[in-house]
């Protein structure tokens, strides 16, 4: 039974989903081997990503808050995605949820000083990557997804599916430049463990300041980079 993009859209919107983007595999051909779709689901042609807003008021208090908060979104974004999935299996279509994690699944690979380079092998593609090919924003300074109307301040779980689907646009070089000006430093100059810079984020810097997190609230509470960005509404 065909479905339709606007189908999927309608759907994730009614499950509560802030954003909805799709993508198809092709504008993952130039991704390693072992980041495309195909990896995960042989055949696969459309990649759908459902995003839930961060409330910034929640993440800005103090560090358990933030914590659970990111826990809460990854749990309703995940059910989001699965009841996708479920969509596109009923009308007889392949699906592979990519979901976040919920809390801390292994708090030695967390405590870890390898965790940046482990984890995000561990679920064949990233949904940031995929929310940029579905249209939904850039990568920022601090390597997270920026929107327009949120910033860096939602989070995302994606759907892998053989449904041929009518993919969105991507954003333009001249509305990254918007989003993302060049000139500005906010999140390099509030991330406390210096891992940021106008190239890029020092991954075992960034692991520094999250690792001491891990044991104490069960997720990565830091939340900086996200709270300094101007991007999206203002906070």
Known sequence: MKISSNTIKRTSKNAGADLVGIASTNRFEMYPEEKRPENLLPGAKSVIVVG??????????????????????????????????RLLDDHGYSAVVVPHRIGNFDPELRKSGDYMNIYPKLFGISTRH???EAGLGILGKSRLLITPRFGPRQRVAAVITDAVLN?????????????????????????????????????????????PHNSMYGYSACSQCMIACPAGKKI
Do not use: F
């Open 167 to 211: 993919p969105d646009k991507k954003i333009t070089k001249n509305e990254a430049g918007k989003l993302c000006p060049p000139s500005c430093q906010a999140c390099i100059k509030a991330c406390p463990g210096k891992a940021l810079s106008n190239e890029g984020i020092a991954w075992e810097k960034c692991n520094e300041v999250i690792k």
């Open 52 to 85: 839930v807003r961060v409330l910034p008021d929640t993440i800005k208090p103090n560090l358990l808050l933030s914590a659970l908060h990111h826990i809460t979104l990854n749990m309703y974004h995940n059910r989001i995605a699965y009841d996708i999935g």
């Open 130 to 132: 995929a929310a940029v």
